[in-house]
């Protein structure tokens, strides 16, 4: 399999990412080693977002235009941002026991409202799964890819509204306001490697989807 | 506007006929719900919590179950002989057919949570007559968004080869914000909380509503074939 | 007085089609069809299956969109709205009826949703005419395919459309039934109705029809007016579309 520049760009830009976290970057005062997973966490959280909101995009754009084109970047763009959603839902926990003693905290908002994002476009690539028909699949797929970025306000603002009405104890947030700016470059540098990785994703993930659509067309012309 | 209201009508009445004969919807929701008030009860220890620290939760989780049960039906009695499609052919306009379902089934709902909310009054020992005002408000507004939602995902389930499984799934993120807003201020009322300490999930609710049976309205011809 | 506005020449066609194309993705159903018809016309349409009588019928039932070309029914350019479905009475091989409800009350739905005002004598009228008026209180779960089938036929006429589009019509039917229907179609046609069946039955397709076409891989192999049609050539052709395809 050909390897593309791109890809080739984002995994040397993700290695580098990582050496300069763990080894260049100073180790957070009250956190320690635990601290790191913000460097996976936080881009991959902001590159999941990413990911469905152009999701959004272009499904609005395809029930306009009808360009199967579009329909393809939005499966990809789906199936890259559940694989990062999964990544935010697998280092949030692991960041919290070490820091907070419970691996699940109902009264982080970004992480629960992540978690529904996750079931939002898990069943997303089930709906696309479950349909025949490429045409209709990219109607059906494009008005949930609208419905459900309208949903994630809305999420977020009841998981928020309730958390604060039910305040819990928080020993200490680790999103800390005001990063040294050793740690805030390397943070930059991870959310622009993390972007990078997901154009790479989804380049190969859409490469993917065109050849198999015209293996698909193939064979209904020789039946 | 006037036409797309009295075909919507139309085919809500038709809908309602059509359960009112059957029954088979109506009657397996009410049962669900009545045994899903009775089975969370035993879910708890009685002695650790009390009614009416359950009953909110109970309620609107029965509630969006429930209501998935007649949302499965609604598209469901279209395809059998592809009625949809005389529908379709027909002067009726794509939304209005779509409002013609979303109010049958918000009246479906609306039966159900008649008999349930009651239900749960005598069942978990509860005084709702001081609060019955703003409890039929968020009832209300809680099944609107419900049903904007449910109807068109009902719409889109029944042409996918995962049929009925797949509406929940689609449906329950959605009913997410739904239910936890209307339990939280069913909990705030039922604890006695002045019904100003509601007004955001209120709030809340209503907002969900007006962006849903906009967004969902306008979705719906687009889950047609054209 | 000169007679000839009555004639069906200068009458203005019901349906009008120029090159018309749909296509699924990257099949084409409809590859660029022409013709017309006009009032108390009747098209027969034969071919084999897949050849895109079903889709023509739909996309000029305003169930589909035209890819390319033009269609028109009734003057009104297709897609049309409300006003062109509404001069279109749709019969397909699903009886589009609610088994839950009686025929009295699935087509008494229909004459309210095509804004028939006082619809009552109407619906009355066109069950009696496919003969169902007696069992019209029964739920249509308990009727036969053929008599679900009659009252399908009277549900698309209680509008009096100008144009039908009937699309193998008389499956399911028994003798009588087809009796009745192609004796309804042929009153519809004296009172100005234009029509257009889709069947494989060549007798019963032909024994109505003005104009007579095959169709193969979205196209008219053969269109012909009334005059030039020949049961026995239209046989040979249609054997042929047939064995072309398979």
């Known amino acids: 399999m050909k390897i593309s520049w791109l890809s080739t760009l984002a995994g040397a830009a993700v290695i580098g990412t990582f050496i300069r976290a763990v080894f260049f970057t100073t180790l957070e005062a009250r956190q320690g080693a635990a601290q790191k997973i913000f460097y996976i966490h936080v881009p991959a959280a902001w590159v999941a977002f990413l990911a469905f909101f152009l999701v959004a995009v272009a499904s609005g754009v395809y029930l306009w235009l009808r360009d199967p084109r579009l329909d393809r970047f939005a499966e990809s763009s789906a199936e890259v941002g559940v694989v990062f959603t999964t990544v935010v839902l697998i280092t949030g926990p692991l960041w919290a026991k070490p820091i907070w003693g419970t691996f699940w905290a109902w009264w982080d908002v970004r992480l629960v409202s992540t978690l529904f994002l996750w079931f939002i476009y898990v069943s997303y690539i089930v709906l696309r799964g479950a349909i025949e028909s490429p045409e209709l699949r990219a109607r059906y797929s494009a008005v949930l890819g609208i419905l459900g970025a309208l949903l994630i306000p809305f999420i977020h603002l009841s998981v928020y509204l309730f958390a604060t009405m039910h305040p819990m104890p928080i020993v200490g947030k680790p999103s800390a306001p005001s990063l040294p700016i050793g740690m805030l470059i390397t943070l930059m540098i991870s959310l622009v490697s993390f972007t990078l990785l997901y154009f790479a994703f989804v380049r190969a993930r859409y490469n993917y989807a065109v050849e198999r659509d015209a293996a698909a067309a193939r064979a209904e012309h020789d039946a | 506007m006037a036409d797309i209201l009295s075909a919507a009508w139309l085919i809500a009445r038709k809908d309602l006929s059509i359960e009112f004969r059957t029954r088979s919807a109506f009657f397996s929701a009410v049962v669900f719900a009545l045994l899903g008030l009775v089975i969370f009860y035993y879910a708890w220890d009685p002695t650790a919590v009390t009614a009416t620290d359950l009953a909110p939760g109970v309620l609107w989780v029965i509630f969006t179950f429930s209501g998935l049960l007649g949302l499965h039906r609604s598209f469901g009695v279209e395809t059998a002989d592809h009625a949809i499609d005389g529908l379709l052919a027909s002067p009726a306009s794509r939304e209005a057919i779509f409002l013609g379902k979303a109010i049958a089934n918000l009246i479906f709902v609306g039966a159900v949570q008649a008999i349930a909310i009651p239900a749960l009054a005598l069942f978990y020992n509860l005084r709702l007559g001081a609060v019955a005002g703003p409890l039929i408000a968020i009832a209300i507004l809680a099944a609107i968004g419900l049903v904007a939602v449910g109807t068109l995902f009902s719409a889109m389930a029944v042409n996918t080869r995962l049929a009925e499984l797949l509406l929940p799934m689609l449906a329950l993120p959605f009913f997410v914000p739904i239910v936890i807003a209307a339990a939280q201020a069913t909990a705030k009322l039922l604890s006695g909380r002045p019904v100003i300490e509601v007004g955001a999930w209120l709030k809340l609710l209503l907002a969900f509503d007006i962006v849903f049976v906009a967004a969902c309205t306008l979705a719906y011809p687009f889950t047609v074939e054209d | ?246």
């Not at chain 3, 009032?39 to 390319?68: H, I, M």
């Not at chain 3, 006082?118 to 069992?135: C, G, N």
């Not at chain 3, 234009?194 to 192999?221: C, W, Y």
Request: hydrophobic share 40%; charged share 20%; aromatic share 4%.
């Open chain 3, 1 to 246: 007085m000169p007679s000839a506005i009555s004639t069906g020449a200068s009458a203005p066609p019901i349906v009008e089609v120029a090159e018309l194309a749909r296509e699924f993705g990257s099949r084409r159903a409809v590859a660029g069809v022409t013709f017309s018809l006009a009032p108390g016309k009747c098209l027969a349409l034969f071919g084999p299956n897949g050849a895109g009588k079903t889709t023509l019928l739909r996309v000029l039932a305003g169930l589909l969109k035209p890819t390319s070309g033009s269609a028109r029914v009734a003057g009104i350019p297709l897609p049309g709205g409300p006003l062109a479905r509404s001069r279109i009475g749709l019969i397909s091989h699903h009886t589009m009826l609610y088994e839950a409800l009686s025929p009295r009350e699935n087509v008494s739905f229909t004459a309210q949703l095509y804004g028939i005002r006082d619809s009552r004598a109407r619906v009355e009228d066109s069950l009696r005419r496919m003969s169902m008026l007696e069992r019209a209180d029964t739920p249509i779960r308990s009727l036969s395919r053929g008599m679900q089938q009659r009252v399908s036929i009277a549900r698309a006429m209680v509008h009096s459309p100008q144009l039908v589009l009937a699309d193998e019509p008389y499956s399911g039917l028994d003798e009588s039934g087809a009796r009745a229907l192609t004796a309804l179609l042929g009153e519809l046609r004296s009172a100005g109705t234009a029509i257009i069946v889709v069947t494989h039955n060549l007798a019963e397709g032909l024994s109505l029809a003005t104009h007579a076409a095959v169709m193969q891989r979205g196209k008219f192999l053969r269109y012909d007016s009334a005059d030039r049609i020949d049961a026995g050539s239209y046989a040979a052709t249609y054997r042929e579309a047939l064995a072309a395809n398979g």
